[in-house]
């Protein structure tokens, strides 16, 4: 038995926010009001990360936080961009 509120979101079924709101879906990306980057942008960070440039050096270039440049670089965020991954 697991503690509650850890249940992987799969296990809800019916009562999990993407099918409740599928339209929620669509403000991913680009496509959401708030983003900082394109998707250019971040396969452009992720193939200069390969290159061995560092984090902080690509977030000052893209004018973002490392944090943000970091969750984009390794794939917590922008997951729909599997280029260079």
Do not use: C, D, Q
């Not at 697991?2 to 680009?30: C, D, V, Y």
């Amino acid at each position: 038995m697991s503690a509650i509120g850890t249940e992987a979101p799969s296990t809800h079924g019916e009562k999990h926010w993407t099918h409740r709101h599928p339209e929620w879906l669509k403000w991913r990306g680009e496509r959401h009001h708030n983003a900082k980057l394109t998707v250019a942008a971040v396969i452009s960070m992720r193939s200069f990360r390969k290159k061995g440039i560092a984090i902080n050096a690509i977030a000052k270039a893209f004018g973002v936080h490392p944090k943000t440049a970091r969750f984009a670089i390794v794939g917590v965020n922008w997951k729909h961009v599997r280029a260079y991954l």
